[in-house]
């Protein structure tokens, strides 16, 4: 029988995790929140974690609520790329629902993504230098990541001032924090230029960070604007 889902700890911790470790650490322990051999799926029933997890998990949890897992008509999505970063994707059918909790924890792992994007974007800069002056110097570049960092500290806030379950948020603002997300994402990784796209450099956990929000945002309703 389905049983709820048990009300989460604060999930700022997330954060911390997917900054410092990879993103096959930290869906581990974002799929861990709603327990051991849990799979949990978003809104129009995908999934994304640990290929592991994915292997072997024997419940499922959508919207809040956490059942046995079947496995019928369950259809394989990775990606190349993610299967070698050992991570999997899958899709089944099911109820779709709306849990503010599970929500916000994955905006919390996106904004721990997306800062240890710009902790390599840092790095990378810091490194390089255009005659006499590092990169992460130059006035252009040091613009472009200090609108990178207010736009991090926007989402901090607006997820801090949600609560621990995030149960100010609904499902247009848990879009619009998404999309934010995405942009300075995007905004960072355009300053690696080419190496941003190589398999091995910082774009691949962009990427996973995307892809979470293609999966787990809230979906629009009908004739909502931004």
């Known amino acids: 029988m389905p049983v709820p889902l048990a009300p989460p700890d604060t999930p700022s911790p997330l954060r911390a995790i997917a900054r410092h470790d990879p993103p096959h650490g930290a869906l581990a322990a974002l799929h861990r ?3 051991d051999d849990t799979l949990v799926h978003g809104p129009s029933g995908h999934a994304l974690a640990p290929a592991r997890l994915v292997a072997t998990a024997t419940r499922s949890c959508r919207a809040g609520t956490i059942g046995d897992r079947v496995t019928a008509g369950e259809r394989d999505l990775t990606t190349p790329l993610l299967a070698r970063m050992g991570l999997a994707a899958v899709h089944s059918a ?3 629902g709306f849990d503010p909790a599970w ?4 905006l919390w792992l996106r904004l721990g993504m997306t800062e240890r994007l710009l902790d ?3 790095a990378y800069l810091g490194e390089r230098s255009f005659g006499d002056t590092r990169l992460s110097r130059h006035p252009v570049l040091k613009d472009t990541l ?3 960092v207010v736009g991090l500290l926007r989402v901090e806030s607006r997820l801090s001032d949600a609560g621990e379950a995030g149960s100010d948020l ?3 603002a848990l879009r619009v924090l998404h999309h934010d997300l995405g942009a300075t994402g995007r905004l960072l990784l355009d300053l ?6 190589t398999e091995d450099g910082p774009g691949a956990g962009a990427y996973v960070c995307e892809l979470l929000a293609d999966l787990y945002a809230p ?5 909502e604007t931004r």
Do not use: F, K
């Not at 929500?103 to 994955?106: E, G, L, M, P, R």
């Open 33 to 35: 929140r709603a327990g």
């Open 94 to 96: 099911g109820p779709e």
């Open 103 to 106: 929500h916000a924890a994955v």
């Open 120 to 122: 390599a974007v840092s």
């Open 146 to 148: 200090a609108e990178a």
């Open 170 to 172: 609904d499902g247009t």
């Open 192 to 197: 690696l230029g080419a190496y941003g796209l």
């Open 219 to 223: 979906a629009a309703y009908s004739g």
